[in-house]
């Protein structure tokens, strides 16, 4: 699989006239199947560059223009290729279904119960794609030269790889744009009923990775609306207002005191671990958040498709170690991931997450970089 998507993307350089290629590839390393890994660069005009694997898709960097005239790294993650396969989602794709789908992982479709594979039978939910999730996948890399240089990434999930039904085919094509803006178009279609909800598990540090917390950023979510969850960070299938909440951020707010608010949707989870419903027509692209770093100056806008956005503030017990040894600890980053409505499989009130021939799944992402006037 590697071998074709190398030879596809090479003969696709070697077309183009001669000059210095805004996309390349080289390997990166051997998955425990014998799978061989690629890491692809690619390069924008105006400076953007993103580092991305085939394997799960993650996004391993992402430089980006910061003032002062340096790039600075906001993704967080790994050096090397072992660290991704072992764990983590770290700038990975996430599917085919993201979050939690409840009742142990088992949802009503097509007049039966599916139940997905779980790793412990006693578990409540089934997680990020459970057992068959995308991001330990190998996906199949093509590279697309030019101006806005692209990476065409797509994985085969069989009928019941994990549990899921229908046979589904995922492409995910990143591109560097010349506006400095990194582009996920997300495409699925299946040969029969099959549900899908896909999303990128970016952990942006837009004050460099390893740098510090988040806490004197500022974040702007263009959402009335949110998805109330309960002690298992399950969606309770309530849609509540976001006024008087720690969630309204219709205008920019430091992000600090919320993630440290005694509001129960908080504590329970020791920071922001929320969807957001993002106001418009869902299958338009539209602004769904702003955030923004003092220190780098780095703003960044993202735009979507899709109906929801899930704000994580990467809230975690004990430190990690990242690249360069670099030690992350709590509230290093911020997730934004787009998706759908999370378990809708689980709320028939909820919008439809199902894919069929004839129904596929078409989603656009867009972060776009900038600095502060």
Known sequence: ?????????????????????????????????????????????????????????????????????????????????????????????????????????????????????????????????????????????????????????????????????????????????????LKLDYSAVSTGPSIANLTNHAYFALQGEGNGDISNQSLQVFADRFLPQDADNLVTGQIAPVDGTPFDFRKPVKLGPPMASSHPQVTMRGGLDIAMLINGKAGTLRPAAKLADPSTGIVMDVLTTQPALQLYSDNVARPSTGKGGKSYGNHYSMSLETEGYLDAVNHPDFPSTEVRPGKPLHEITVFRFGLAK
């Open 1 to 181: 699989m590697k071998k074709a998507a190398a030879g596809i993307g090479m003969l696709m350089l070697a077309a183009t006239p001669a000059f210095a290629a805004n996309i390349t590839a080289r390997d990166w390393g051997t998955t425990q199947k014998g799978e061989t890994v690629q890491l692809f660069t690619l390069k924008g005009a105006k400076g953007l560059e993103a580092h991305i694997t085939n394997f799960g898709g993650v996004i391993v960097d992402l430089l980006v223009p910061a003032k002062g005239g340096k790039k600075v790294d906001v993704m967080l993650g790994y050096d090397d290729f072992k660290s991704y396969e072992r764990g983590g989602v770290y700038g990975a794709i996430i599917g085919r279904y993201v979050g939690r789908i409840s009742k142990g992982g088992s949802f009503p479709f097509e007049g039966r119960t599916v139940q997905l594979q779980k790793g412990n039978p006693a578990a409540k939910f089934v997680i990020h794609g459970g057992t068959a999730g995308f991001q330990k996948k190998l996906w199949h890399g093509e590279m697309v030269d030019g101006r806005e240089p692209s990476l065409i990434l797509t994985v085969s999930s069989p009928d019941g790889d994990g549990g899921y039904p229908g046979h589904l085919v995922t492409t995910v094509t990143y591109t560097v744009t010349r506006n400095n803006e």
